[in-house]
């Protein structure tokens, strides 16, 4: 099978880890196992609080998956602005609420200046506990794929 084509060879299934991967890196052709690759289903727990802005276009933020917020301090709004839906094609990224909000505590997500989310530029609110959203971008905008309330 040397010289199959990727989608002529059979698919794996029940991989262990220790299965050798090739893989390019660099222009060279190298080998792996799966248990050396890093899950990139990276989760962060963050604090939001009343007059607090965060810009989420941070390489901080690059990996992270699922955001977990919890609310700190008195009631108001905290804004979180998305990544760059240009530089994030194909990014999927989940927010969720946890037990500490009330109605009068106010989590803004809203796209990046001149971008928009469902076609908007204006916040998606999340204010009770345990509501959530998930969002991709196409490389032009955020979309809402799904909501939890």
Do not use: C
């Amino acid at each position: 099978m040397a010289n199959s084509k990727i989608s002529a060879l059979p698919i794996a299934t029940g991989i262990q880890g220790d299965e050798i991967l090739p893989l390019v890196q660099g222009g060279e052709t190298k080998q792996s196992t799966a248990s050396k690759f890093k899950n990139y289903f990276v989760s962060t727990d963050i604090i939001a609080e009343a007059g607090v802005d965060i810009d989420l276009n941070n390489s901080v933020y690059d990996n992270t998956f699922m955001f977990k917020i919890s609310w700190t301090g008195g009631n108001g709004t905290a804004v979180y602005t998305l990544p760059d839906a240009v530089a994030h094609a194909n990014r999927k990224i989940r927010f969720i609420s946890d037990s500490t909000f009330s109605s009068s505590d106010h989590f803004d997500i809203i796209p990046a200046s001149g971008q928009t989310l469902d076609g908007n530029s204006s916040q998606y609110r999340i204010n009770k506990n345990y509501e959530g959203i998930a969002i991709w971008s196409d490389g032009i905008e955020w979309f809402i794929i799904q909501k939890k309330a």
